[in-house]
């Protein structure tokens, strides 16, 4: 690999990390079979990926792709700035509990027990299945990289990227897995709209039943609770975006179907452990 002066920032824990790469020149070399899976972006620039089967990849800015642990890569960039999030196989693998298996799917046993996964698929860059992981990962970042995130926040915000990236980037093993990727993909897209458990169960084709034991299976959490958490952090995003002192929380807290502020603020502080109002006194327009 060319050795190129790099600024460097890690967080996360053994299960799940995420480390953002600033570059000051052109990079290329090797990046061979390894422990975990990666999933890799770029901020700018373009890279020419290439797997040891002879797969290759033109990768734009913002296109998440993942690496699988098994597999060897080239690689050749020119982008100065680029984030690997890192995911054990144990994080990906024996998820699913209930014992639903695609005899057509490939041999991926080595999830279910642990070890790494054979190989990944990569979506074309129009899949919209991208779409939900692109806005998670810009969510959740800097709460990765945040070292004093309590462990149950971390071990559940583990589990939630883990579900976004598995729902990417595996072969559909079952009907389950579909109708999964498609509530999460609705709860991303209409997270600004007034939504019932009805409607996103009508989303995946399921009844309310239906997809609240879905949800409580792959995720620990009610539907109800996912899209509160996708909601409280897209509010976080943009109090700490705000380049306006005279921005009002609770326009953007009802922007994103928040209308009881007494119960926003709580789950707010809960969740981010600070107030809104200190989200944007942190943010670039702070004075």
Do not use: K
């Not at 422990?35 to 620039?45: Q, S």
């Not at 699913?96 to 642990?114: I, K, Q, V």
């Not at 109708?179 to 600004?192: K, L, P």
């Not at 009610?222 to 929380?249: C, F, K, N």
């Amino acid at each position: 690999m060319d050795a190129v002066p790099m600024d460097y920032v890690t967080g996360g824990d053994a299960e799940l990390s995420i480390r953002r790469i600033g570059t000051h020149g052109h990079r290329s070399g090797t990046i061979g079979p390894r422990p975990d899976h990666v999933v890799f972006w770029l901020a700018d620039g373009r890279a020419r990926l290439t797997a040891d089967d002879g797969s290759s990849w033109d990768v734009g800015a913002e296109r998440p792709m993942m690496l699988s642990a098994s597999v060897a890569y080239g690689f050749d960039t020119d982008a100065t700035a680029m984030t690997l999030l890192h995911l054990s196989p144990a994080l990906l693998g024996g998820r699913d509990g209930d014992g639903d298996r695609d005899g057509g799917g490939g041999d991926r046993g080595g999830d279910r027990g642990g070890g790494p996964a054979a190989e990944f698929r990569q979506p074309d860059a129009a899949d919209p299945r991208i779409e939900p992981l692109r806005a998670l990962l810009r969510d959740v970042t800097g709460r990765v990289l945040d070292p004093a995130l309590p462990a149950d926040e971390r071990a559940a915000l583990n589990r939630r990227i883990a579900t976004v990236v598995l729902s990417t980037f595996s072969p559909s093993r079952s009907d389950v897995e579909h109708r999964m990727r498609r509530a999460i993909r609705f709860v991303h897209d209409q997270a600004d709209r007034p939504l019932s458990v009805g409607d996103i169960a009508d989303s995946c084709g399921l009844s309310e039943r239906g997809v609240q034991d879905l949800f409580r299976r792959r995720l620990a959490v009610t539907p109800m609770q996912y899209l509160r958490e996708v909601r409280l952090d897209r509010v976080h995003l943009e109090l700490g975006r705000s380049r306006s002192g005279a921005l009002l929380v609770s326009d953007v807290a009802r922007r994103w179907q928040f209308s009881h502020l007494g119960r926003f603020a709580a789950h707010y502080r809960a969740r981010f452990g600070e107030q809104p109002h200190e989200t944007i006194a942190r943010g670039p327009g702070a004075v």
